[in-house]
């Protein structure tokens, strides 16, 4: 054949079956149906092993979290409706296919679901992207909201609500009730995080079960901090600051 086999060693780990294959930890199985946990891929493995590692730079966090990024938006909207659409392809046959149909927006939970805007900008040209500023109140300890501007028309949009993790979920509950005050329907939500936490996915299914939350892990829960474990610490500091 053309490819000469390279003296052993030279070409890394041979493919194996898959009962040889590494084993992972797993996410953890939720029941609420309002979660979808992206599929349990070998990429999608090593890219999470990628930003949990605490050893791992700012400029590797950030483009592999990006990446990320890019299967949960790509998720999302296979979430949203699409209505049937025949084309004609240059060589003149037709093709029956979908269209999506209906408008959509971004709105990041600052600082850290910024960091999502860029994939949904990636996957949404000339996407809207609105902001919401909660943060925990010094005194009360309780999430409060400092800001928010979002599209003048988010009712008639369907939203993707971007934070890259779903702790307790204090702050997205309350980004959900800033978006329901403006008239957007709780079915028109798809919040989108990189690891959430049974708990967090818990009080959603409770509080917005309409809600849909597409994450990339589950993972065992909180400690003492209200941090994400095993998690991957602080999401915004590693992303933002070297
Ligand atoms: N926010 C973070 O950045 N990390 C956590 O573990 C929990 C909330």
């Known amino acids: 054949g053309v490819l000469q086999r390279a003296p052993s060693g030279h070409l890394g780990p041979s493919y194996k079956p898959k009962e040889e294959k ?38 590797d966090f950030i483009f592999y979290s990006n990446r990320i990024n890019r ?5 999302a909207l296979n979430h949203l409706p699409v209505l049937p ?3 004609t392809t240059p060589v ?10 209906g408008k959509i927006c971004g709105v990041s939970i600052m600082r850290a679901g910024e960091a999502m805007e860029q994939a949904l900008r990636e996957c949404c040209r000339s996407v809207r992207i609105g902001k919401i500023l909660i943060q925990r109140d010094e005194e009360t300890s309780k999430p409060r909201l400092f800001y928010d501007k979002l599209p003048e028309d988010v009712s008639q949009r ?11 979920g204090g702050s997205a509950l309350m980004a959900i009730d800033v ?4 008239g957007v329907p709780e079915e028109h939500i798809l919040f989108l995080n990189l690891i959430a936490s049974p708990e967090g996915a818990a009080n ?10 597409v994450t990339a892990f589950v993972d065992q829960g ?9 998690g991957l610490g602080d999401f915004g500091d590693r992303y933002y600051t070297l």
């Open 92 to 101: 003149d046959r037709t093709y029956n296919g979908v269209k999506f149909e």
């Open 222 to 230: 909180l400690n003492e901090k209200n941090y994400i474990v095993p």
């Open 204 to 213: 959603f299914a409770q509080r917005y079960p309409k809600v849909r939350i």
């Open 158 to 168: 369907w939203v993707l609500l971007l934070d890259p993790m779903l702790a307790t």
């Open 22 to 59: 590494p084993t992972a930890t797993v996410s953890t199985e939720v029941t609420h149906s309002n979660v979808t946990i992206l599929p349990q891929t070998p990429q999608l493995i090593a890219l999470l092993t990628m930003i949990r590692n605490k050893a791992t730079n700012r400029a």
């Open 179 to 182: 978006l329901r005050s403006k």
């Open 71 to 75: 299967l949960l938006v790509e998720e």
């Open 85 to 87: 659409h025949t084309i």
